[in-house]
Nanobody, 118 residues
Framework: QVQLVESGGGLVQPGGSLRLSCAAS????????MAWYRQAPGKQRELVAR???????TYRDSVKGRFTISRDNAEKTVFLQMNSLKPEDTAVYYC????????????WGQGTQVTVSS
């Protein structure tokens, strides 16, 4: 079992940056693949980025080159550095823990709001 708490969201102007954090409690964080998802109003939740237990990463096309996912197993935390933010990045961002890479998310955080607006 793992509990996830996201932080770092907020209001930022287009072109700005934010760094999201997802802190995990419980054991075996290093054994989970981790992912960031987002959900904009009226849209389905979509995968933004994921990182495997061996630090292999994947990104959705629209964030490649702008977002970076990373993890610190000692701190039980996964990060999402978001640069060159665009209004279309506005969404609630969720952290997820996966037992099997690329499979369903087994544990979700509560989400953190990111708003990109001038």
């Amino acid at each position: 079992q793992v509990q996830l708490v996201e932080s770092g969201g907020g209001l930022v102007q287009p072109g700005g940056s934010l760094r999201l954090s997802c802190a995990a409690s419980g054991n075996n964080f290093a054994h989970f693949h981790m992912a960031w998802y987002r959900q904009a109003p009226g849209k389905q939740r979509e995968l933004v980025a994921r990182i495997s237990i061996s630090n292999s990463t994947t990104y959705r096309d629209s964030v490649k080159g702008r977002f970076t996912i990373s993890r610190d197993n000692a701190e039980k935390t996964v990060f999402l550095q978001m640069n060159s933010l665009k209004p279309e990045d506005t969404a609630v961002y969720y952290c997820g823990a996966q037992v099997f890479y690329g499979s369903r998310v087994d544990y979700w955080g509560q989400g953190t709001q990111v708003t990109v607006s001038s």
